[in-house]
């Protein structure tokens, strides 16, 4: 309802859609956070979203495709602005994409800056390639505020439980739950 209010007072604003297409990843209606992704601007960040919920969806070809035009579209906007090697690092290191590179980019990126997200785009990039020494290391610094976001914090608890017992769990970037 607050979502609704917010988008009548301010029409055409990306924030109140964005409030409702995580309300409804939050209650797992899927086609309907995809259908309100169409109305926001193609960004990094939604079409990574777009290929989440595709994927999770089953239509693994389209969220390919998503996932890739996500991924050129942070790559030509360090043509005209600050490059953010943190968030294409997080973004790779998520699916799974470009490990190696994931790891290269949050090292470069976290040479620069260490603030939270920096730091657990590094924990999960180590994570990703069997480094969870490291990646222990970096999701230490990642948690040092306390935060609670959940795919931060479901990235410490799969670092924590590798090393603890070895096994290696991941997260959704969709919804930061044990996927």
Known sequence: ?????????????????AGRVRLSVARGDYRTALQLLDELPATPESLAMRGDLLA??????RAEAMYGESE??????WESEEPQPG??????????????EAVRLAERAAAERE???TM??????????GRTAD?????????RTGTVDPHIRCHAA??????????????????????
Not at 1 to 17: D, I, K, M, N, V
Not at 56 to 61: E, I, N, S, Y
Not at 87 to 100: C, E, K, S, T
């Open 135 to 143: 990646a222990s290391k970096a999701i230490r610094r990642a948690l």
């Open 1 to 17: 309802r607050e979502f609704a209010h917010a988008q009548h007072l301010f029409p055409g604003h990306p924030y109140p859609l």
């Open 72 to 77: 050129r579209l942070e790559r030509a906007g």
């Open 87 to 100: 968030a294409l690092a997080g973004f790779l290191a998520a699916r799974d994409r470009n490990v190696p």
């Open 120 to 129: 657990d785009a590094l924990a999960w990039a180590y994570f990703k390639a």
């Open 115 to 117: 603030d939270v997200h």
């Open 56 to 61: 999770a969806l089953g239509d693994v070809p």
């Open 158 to 179: 799969m670092i924590a439980e590798a090393v603890r017992s070895g096994v290696k769990g991941n997260c959704s970037p969709l919804t930061g739950k044990r996927a």
